[in-house]
């Protein structure tokens, strides 16, 4: 069975004995002990054989591109291009003489790749007319600090390889990296994780679109620096790949060398169980997803490893499994399925499948919302690019049930009682493609786990996105040669190292700062500002923390698109500091020096209407507000009294007086 009209919510799902349907669902659910993430302690995932690594991919900050003299970092609308380029991606033989799996699937697919092409970012590099220039020794330079700050074993000399892509993000098939350091290792709070390797190498094209058989992407971000960091299967929990994700994207981030935003840093996690095998969740975009993600791919692999089980029990002999299938008339659908329009010009064929002994199996849960049936659905989408709803099922939900005549199928078929059937649509070119996709799934549901590329969805499930690639994608890259990397450079490098971020950790514990400040301030590399901060003041690092981590960070959420540089707050405060300010005037300031980075900052104290005042000035208006107050006021609870005195003589205080002393002298004065 195969549900993919539209997807199952979790909390759709109920266990309602008319609805069989729900029924398998909620049964295999319980059969694989399936727990939230909230109710799975450490011993769960240890019971488990939990494991999980990660691979994050950090754009770096340099002027121009990794193999050519294009700048980096200029980035134009999908619809802006002054060209177009269109490649058919073909697989070529490893040196051993095999195809990659990965390779092998995507030229299934038939895609046509479009590169639209913008002359200011692209040169002939880019669309594979002429060799690679020699590599950015600027961000060779900046993949060198990361090694080093990762504790590996730096390489002494550089080989540029080819690691092959047919699904068309890189126009050549191919993307060149360089191995930079290996076995390193950092330290989280109870164990170090260890490193397996940092490399350098070049960014893919940015996806524009892709659907059915039409792949078009822009060039833009194609050849950009990137250092991958990837790390041994130590995480044990879902919380540790959260950590080791935060450390490593605070490491990258304190070498002020790396770019951010939406696409610069994109984090991959590696998933095994006992008894399953390698799975690579791609394009993770957040670290808030890690846990989710890994929780349930862990609940995923344990129901495929029982969906193995019981179909081992049920067929004596596997390798004489085979589906069978039959044309059959449309007049059997009734409607005719929304997504026919997709095929408009297309011959479409309609397909009726049999599944010898797959009963129940396929509405047999897999994840939140999800069935053994959408394993199917995903691979038909990727490798028979079949859009939307193109497939319906004998055990699907009843109103999906009601538009086909599973009856009259089965006795087409000759169906045996213990059968699973399902029925697809799609244009005559496909089909071929698309049983051959159902088949080869089925038959990997015998072994357990298959080896996969899945793609990262925001609810914490996951979707098929390609074959894991193999080692027989790797070859040597012959149009560069070898480049030594000696003492002297490392030890150049070595010198200048920032802080590590265990320090900081320390660092931010002996200040005192909140931990609900420590991912802000870690993640935008704010704390050597603050040390340079603290260096020509005496501000207390919490006060500073709090400005940055509370009222920063609230400017900042509601003017995302802007590209503040925190320097300025530098600036900021050498100027309250000269003036004899107090520092909480640098929150009235803030918003102005915000909003307009170059103005002159005695202008900022204009328009905030600041005056200079002293103590005794201040001070003075407080007999007038008592009398006030008890004229006003429906509470004459002396705290309320407090606070309103506070609230009145605060705007004149800011930058006047510290609001703490101030707070004393109102509480020595009402009484």
Same mark, same amino acid.
């Given at each position: 069975?195969?549900?993919?009209?539209?997807?199952?919510?979790?909390?759709?799902?109920?266990?309602?004995?008319?609805?069989?349907?729900?029924?398998?669902?909620?049964?295999?659910?319980?059969?694989?002990?399936?727990?939230?993430?909230?109710?799975?302690?450490?011993?769960?995932?240890?019971?488990?054989?939990?494991?999980?690594?990660?691979?994050?991919?950090?754009?770096?900050?340099?002027?121009?591109?990794?193999?050519?003299?294009?700048?980096?970092?200029?980035?134009?609308?999908?619809?802006?291009?002054?060209?177009?380029?269109?490649?058919?991606?073909?697989?070529?033989?490893?040196?051993?003489?095999?195809?990659?799996?990965?390779?092998?699937?995507?030229?299934?697919?038939?895609?046509?790749?479009?590169?639209?092409?913008?002359?200011?970012?692209?040169?002939?590099?880019?669309?594979?007319?002429?060799?690679?220039?020699?590599?950015?020794?600027?961000?060779?330079?900046?993949?060198?600090?990361?090694?080093?700050?990762?504790?590996?074993?730096?390489?002494?000399?550089?080989?540029?390889?080819?690691?092959?892509?047919?699904?068309?993000?890189?126009?050549?098939?191919?993307?060149?990296?360089?191995? #930079?350091? =290996?076995? /390193?290792?950092?330290?989280?709070?109870? !164990?170090? @994780?260890?490193? %397996?390797?940092?490399?350098? +190498?070049?960014?893919?094209?940015?996806?524009?679109?892709?659907?059915?058989?039409?792949?078009?992407?822009?060039?833009?971000?194609?050849?950009?620096?990137?250092?991958?960091?990837?790390?041994?299967?130590?995480?044990?929990?879902?919380?540790?790949?959260?950590?080791?994700?935060?450390?490593?994207?605070?490491?990258?981030?304190?070498?002020?060398?790396?770019?951010?935003?939406?696409?610069?840093?994109?984090?991959?996690?590696? #998933?095994? =169980?006992? /008894?399953?095998?390698?799975?690579?969740? !791609?394009? @993770?975009?957040? %670290?808030?997803?890690?846990? +989710?993600?890994?929780?349930?791919?862990?609940?995923?692999?344990?129901?495929?490893?029982?969906?193995?089980?019981?179909?081992?029990?049920?067929?004596?002999?596997?390798?004489?499994?085979?589906?069978?299938?039959?044309?059959?008339?449309?007049?059997?659908?009734?409607?005719?399925?929304?997504?026919?329009?997709?095929?408009?010009?297309?011959?479409?064929?309609?397909?009726?499948?049999?599944?010898?002994?797959?009963?129940?199996?396929?509405?047999?849960?897999?994840?939140?919302?999800?069935?053994?049936?959408?394993?199917?659905?995903?691979?038909?989408?990727?490798?028979?690019?079949?859009?939307?709803?193109?497939?319906?099922?004998?055990?699907?939900?009843?109103?999906?049930?009601?538009?086909?005549?599973?009856?009259?199928?089965?006795?087409?078929?000759?169906?045996?009682?213990?059968?699973?059937?399902?029925?697809?649509?799609?244009?005559?070119?496909?089909?071929?493609?698309?049983?051959?996709?159902?088949?080869?799934?089925?038959?990997?549901?015998?072994?357990?786990?298959?080896?996969?590329?899945?793609?990262?969805?925001?609810?914490?499930?996951?979707?098929?996105?390609?074959?894991?690639?193999?080692?027989?994608?790797?070859?040597?890259?012959?149009?560069?040669?070898?480049?030594?990397?000696?003492?002297?450079?490392?030890?150049?490098?070595?010198?200048?190292?920032?802080?590590?971020?265990?320090?900081?950790?320390?660092?931010?514990?002996?200040?005192?700062?909140?931990?609900?400040?420590?991912?802000?301030?870690?993640?935008?590399?704010?704390?050597?500002?603050?040390?340079?901060?603290?260096?020509?003041?005496?501000?207390?690092?919490?006060?500073?923390?709090?400005?940055?981590?509370?009222?920063?960070?609230?400017?900042?959420?509601?003017?995302?698109?802007?590209?503040?540089?925190?320097?300025?707050?530098?600036?900021?405060?050498?100027?309250?500091?000269?003036?004899?300010?107090?520092?909480?005037?640098?929150?009235?300031?803030?918003?102005?020096?915000?909003?307009?980075?170059?103005?002159?900052?005695?202008?900022?104290?204009?328009?905030?209407?600041?005056?200079?005042?002293?103590?005794?000035?201040?001070?003075?208006?407080?007999?007038?507000?008592?009398?006030?107050?008890?004229?006003?006021?429906?509470?004459?609870?002396?705290?309320?009294?407090?606070?309103?005195?506070?609230?009145?003589?605060?705007?004149?205080?800011?930058?006047?007086?510290?609001?703490?002393?101030?707070?004393?002298?109102?509480?020595?004065?009402?009484?």
């Amino acid at each position: 069975m195969l549900f993919i009209i539209i997807h199952v919510n979790k909390d759709d799902i109920m266990d309602n004995d008319n609805n069989h349907f729900n029924n398998i669902y909620v049964q295999t659910k319980k059969l694989v002990g399936y727990k939230t993430i909230q109710q799975c302690t450490p011993l769960d995932y240890k019971n488990l054989g939990f494991k999980s690594g990660l691979e994050v991919h950090q754009q770096l900050y340099t002027d121009k591109k990794l193999f050519c003299r294009c700048p980096a970092g200029m980035y134009f609308p999908g619809e802006d291009y002054d060209a177009e380029v269109i490649r058919h991606m073909r697989p070529t033989l490893s040196e051993l003489g095999e195809y990659d799996g990965t390779a092998l699937m995507e030229f299934k697919t038939k895609k046509n790749i479009t590169y639209r092409i913008k002359n200011p970012t692209t040169c002939t590099y880019e669309i594979d007319d002429t060799p690679p220039f020699p590599i950015n020794q600027q961000a060779l330079d900046i993949a060198l600090e990361v090694a080093l700050l990762l504790k590996t074993n730096v390489v002494g000399e550089l080989h540029i390889t080819r690691k092959q892509y047919l699904d068309g993000s890189i126009p050549t098939g191919f993307q060149r990296t360089a191995i #930079v350091g =290996i076995e /390193g290792e950092i330290p989280l709070a109870e !164990k170090k @994780v260890r490193i %397996i390797q940092l490399s350098l +190498e070049e960014d893919a094209c940015r996806e524009v679109s892709d659907f059915r058989h039409q792949r078009i992407y822009t060039t833009d971000r194609l050849g950009m620096p990137l250092i991958e960091t990837v790390t041994y299967p130590d995480l044990l929990t879902p919380q540790e790949v959260v950590e080791a994700g935060n450390y490593i994207r605070f490491m990258n981030r304190s070498t002020n060398k790396v770019r951010t935003g939406i696409g610069a840093t994109r984090q991959d996690v590696n #998933v095994s =169980i006992r /008894g399953g095998t390698r799975v690579e969740i !791609k394009g @993770v975009a957040h %670290i808030k997803w890690f846990a +989710e993600l890994v929780h349930n791919e862990a609940f995923r692999q344990k129901s495929l490893l029982h969906i193995s089980s019981q179909l081992k029990q049920r067929i004596k002999d596997i390798k004489k499994w085979d589906l069978t299938y039959q044309l059959i008339d449309p007049s059997l659908i009734n409607p005719l399925p929304p997504s026919l329009k997709y095929y408009a010009d297309s011959e479409i064929k309609w397909v009726a499948v049999n599944l010898p002994h797959f009963q129940d199996i396929l509405a047999h849960f897999t994840q939140p919302g999800q069935v053994f049936g959408d394993e199917l659905r995903g691979r038909l989408k990727v490798i028979a690019c079949l859009e939307l709803e193109n497939l319906i099922h004998s055990q699907d939900r009843n109103e999906l049930l009601a538009t086909v005549d599973f009856s009259k199928i089965r006795q087409l078929l000759k169906s045996k009682s213990l059968d699973a059937q399902l029925l697809f649509w799609c244009p005559s070119q496909d089909l071929s493609t698309a049983v051959e996709t159902i088949r080869e799934r089925c038959m990997l549901a015998f072994h357990g786990v298959p080896n996969e590329t899945r793609k990262a969805l925001a609810d914490g499930t996951t979707v098929f996105e390609r074959v894991l690639p193999g080692p027989d994608r790797m070859y040597p890259d012959t149009d560069s040669a070898p480049l030594p990397i000696d003492e002297e450079r490392i030890n150049k490098v070595k010198n200048n190292l920032p802080p590590s971020i265990h320090y900081r950790y320390e660092q931010l514990n002996k200040w005192e700062i909140s931990r609900h400040y420590w991912i802000y301030l870690l993640r935008h590399n704010l704390v050597p500002i603050i040390e340079k901060i603290i260096a020509f003041t005496n501000y207390s690092p919490k006060f500073l923390a709090g400005f940055f981590a509370q009222d920063l960070k609230h400017l900042e959420g509601r003017n995302s698109s802007s590209n503040f540089d925190y320097i300025h707050l530098i600036s900021l405060f050498k100027f309250i500091s000269k003036h004899n300010l107090s520092p909480e005037i640098a929150k009235i300031m803030l918003p102005v020096v915000f909003n307009n980075p170059n103005i002159e900052l005695e202008s900022v104290l204009t328009i905030i209407g600041y005056q200079k005042r002293n103590i005794s000035d201040i001070l003075s208006y407080i007999p007038d507000l008592r009398k006030k107050f008890k004229s006003i006021a429906k509470n004459k609870n002396i705290n309320a009294e407090r606070n309103w005195i506070m609230g009145n003589l605060k705007l004149l205080s800011i930058g006047n007086y510290p609001l703490d002393k101030l707070s004393e002298e109102v509480n020595r004065r009402v009484k």
